[in-house]
């Protein structure tokens, strides 16, 4: 058994909560295994493909021993042959290797539901299998191997039992890329005051580029990695799922010449100001699970952005009761009075948010002060407004310090934390998220992560985290000279990258002017918080601003969701143009915007919507297209044209009146 899920084959009653159909899957296949000891590897198929989309993975193995894989996608290269093994300590796994065991095929199935995400209910089916190989010395190493209509997966697994801690100084694992092919790639910055946490521009590369122009000195390339392959007949992102406490978070080596990227290790110096020493290379005893290598791949850019491959692998749900867990929007004070942390202000939002018929309120760093006397937290329960309150990291990584504040905050009748400046992908800070989200959910505490990686399947697993940052936001506007100007290009990068692999707190709609003017439309910046997904949408801005906002646009911020039931991609073109109609309930919406200083012209069919509804009411740009909108309300026909402004963006929603 390979990962959580269910064979198909099973009847197995489907449990009221999200994470339906558990199997422990990590022990070692006894009894499903077929040994061949001595038989030569060519003669057994060490492969395996999707049941829908014909993705597969296959192994060999060649003469001297060396493991390989290449993906293909119905006989079309995806990855070409790529290397796999691991050296440790005690043990190599990277040559003079044998093959021991190699499993049947068996279909596995993983239905659940998100709180947060694109889709509500996944139920996907998948084949797997795994091959187990010894090294020179006996030693054992199994490979995981999964494939389905999304893409196809693999990871490494350590079979025998020891006690002894192994510790892994090299991971071969390669992604050969082909020459020429298209990437958009984010720089892993190294070390410094708040880095690395994901926070860098996606640059638009060739395979085998090197880094160019980074935000900060970097020493590598983040995942995901989004790439347009087989002659741009195919998107693949490389991501990675159910990193736990047992591995560090991951990236890709800065030497890419030739197209092949290869795993890198969070670096020693990544420790911020958390207690770590610089034993930074993975360490566990056996056995050992480590984390799956993700490989999505799509038809169109808009299947890379609807994938839940990453949360399929991921480990199920942990927490049995999840109905206290709520999407929500959230006012929020410190984008646009940052240097303010007074009674008066807080307050001031918990009224927006009230006003906006938002659930939640954060208050951001120097809560503690403005509730010395427990005002600000009392005002917004007596409101019915959910409050979040700010953390630093360091304060949280004790165990026993963090149990004991997330006792006194939630008796204060806090409802979240937000969590920051983490700035380390290091294994001991993987482990320590899992027990932070156990330790928060035994408080009925949402989760949200700043200056933070990006999740791996996280909310899946903990249904408690809402959202994390890991992302360059609307914080940009103070910060970063080049934001403006690139703002909207990336805006129609991320959501086929960052927000594939975990909710995204990229705090939307900004609208006042910072240091570094905004380009974007106003009814771009709207867009975006319809465009990303996370569980609790931070909005920016101040009070002023929103006041000032015309009734539709009020009433939309109302009705807005901050998850979704379905979601289609219309357009998906990174870095140029995204149009996504998106549902809930009965409500339904398209949403559009503009990565480009040019206009774009688009033609939308919406003839299906006129079963259910009458009008539609347009979201556009106002006589001011940087600060004021737009609203027209028409009858559903069955055809609508547009031409998008540079920049620029829509809304969509569909109603009856």
Request: net charge neutral; with cysteine; charged share 20%.
């Amino acid at each position: 058994m390979l990962f959580h899920g269910t064979p198909v084959a099973l009847k197995t009653p489907v449990c009221s909560m999200r994470n339906v159909l558990i199997v422990n899957l990590l022990p070692v296949l006894a009894g499903a295994i077929f040994l061949f000891s001595g038989v030569d590897a060519a003669s057994q198929s060490m492969d395996v493909s999707s049941t829908v989309g014909s993705n597969k993975i296959t192994l060999r193995l060649d003469k001297k021993g060396e493991l390989h894989y290449q993906v293909t996608r119905g006989n079309k290269t995806i990855i070409a042959d790529s290397p796999l093994g691991l050296n440790g300590d005690d043990q190599n796994f990277t040559a003079g290797l044998s093959i021991v065991a190699i499993s049947p095929v068996e279909a596995r199935r993983e239905k659940y539901d998100l709180k947060v995400g694109n889709v509500k209910t996944i139920d996907h089916v998948f084949k797997t299998k795994s091959i187990t190989v010894k090294n020179r010395t006996g030693a054992l190493l199994s490979i995981d191997l999964v494939a389905g209509e999304e893409g196809v997966a693999f990871r490494y697994r350590f079979p025998d039992q020891n006690k002894r801690i192994r510790v892994i100084n090299e991971e071969i694992t390669g992604f050969q890329i082909e020459k020429g092919a298209q990437g958009w790639l984010q720089p892993y910055n190294k070390a410094g005051k708040y880095t690395p946490g994901y926070e860098d521009f996606y640059l638009k590369i060739k395979s085998g580029d090197s880094i160019s122009h980074p935000r900060n000195p970097s020493v590598g390339w983040c995942m995901p990695a989004l790439f347009k392959v087989n002659d741009t007949k195919n998107w693949v992102l490389l991501a990675e799922s159910g990193t736990d406490g047992s591995f560090p978070g991951c990236h890709l080596q800065p030497d890419s010449r030739g197209g092949m990227y290869t795993i890198a290790f969070a670096e020693k110096d990544e420790k911020y100001t958390l207690p770590l020493d610089d034993n930074n290379h993975p360490a566990s005893t056996l056995p050992w699970t480590m984390p799956w290598r993700v490989i999505i791949i799509g038809e169109q850019a808009g299947d890379i952005l609807l994938s839940s491959l990453v949360t399929d692998l991921a480990p199920a749900s942990k927490l049995e009761d999840t109905s206290w867990i709520e999407p929500g929007k959230a006012s929020w004070s410190w984008w646009s009075h940052p240097d303010d942390q007074s009674p008066e202000i807080y307050n001031e939002f918990t009224n927006l948010a009230a006003s906006l018929g938002f659930s939640y309120t954060l208050f951001d760093a120097g809560w503690e002060k403005a509730d010395s006397a427990g005002g600000i937290i009392a005002r917004a329960t007596s409101q019915g407004v959910k409050p979040m309150v700010w953390g630093y990291s360091a304060a949280y990584f004790n165990p026993e310090k963090r149990r004991k504040r997330f006792k006194e905050l939630a008796a204060m009748g806090v409802k979240g934390v937000k969590i920051d400046f983490w700035c380390s992908d290091r294994q001991e800070v993987m482990a320590c998220f899992q027990s932070l989200f156990a330790d928060a959910a035994e408080e009925h505490l949402l989760v949200n992560l700043h200056g933070t990686t990006v999740p791996r399947g996280w909310h899946r697993t903990w249904p408690n985290f809402m959202t994390a940052e890991a992302v360059l936001g609307t914080e940009s506007y103070f910060y970063e000279p080049r934001f403006p100007a690139k703002a909207a290009e990336q805006n129609t990068v991320l959501p086929f990258t960052r927000n594939v692999v975990g909710p995204t707190d990229y705090t939307p709609f900004a609208l006042t002017m910072r240091k570094y003017p905004r380009l974007n439309t106003a009814v771009h910046e709207l867009a975006t918080a319809m465009i990303y997904t996370s569980g609790i949408i931070h909005f920016a801005d101040s009070k002023e601003v929103f006041d000032s906002l015309p009734v539709s646009v009020r009433a939309l911020l109302k009705d807005m969701p901050a998850s979704w039931d379905k979601t289609e991609s219309i357009v998906a073109e990174p870095g140029e143009q995204i149009i996504l109609a998106r549902q809930k309930g009965r409500l339904s919406y398209i949403i559009g915007i503009n990565g480009t200083n040019k206009s774009s012209h688009v033609q939308l069919n919406l003839a299906r919507y006129a079963r259910e509804f009458s009008k539609v009411r347009v979201i556009t740009e106002g006589e001011n297209p940087l600060m004021t909108f737009k609203t027209e309300t028409y009858p559903v026909t069955s055809t609508w044209w547009y031409t998008v402004a540079p920049k620029g963006g829509f809304i969509i929603q569909f109603v009856n009146e």
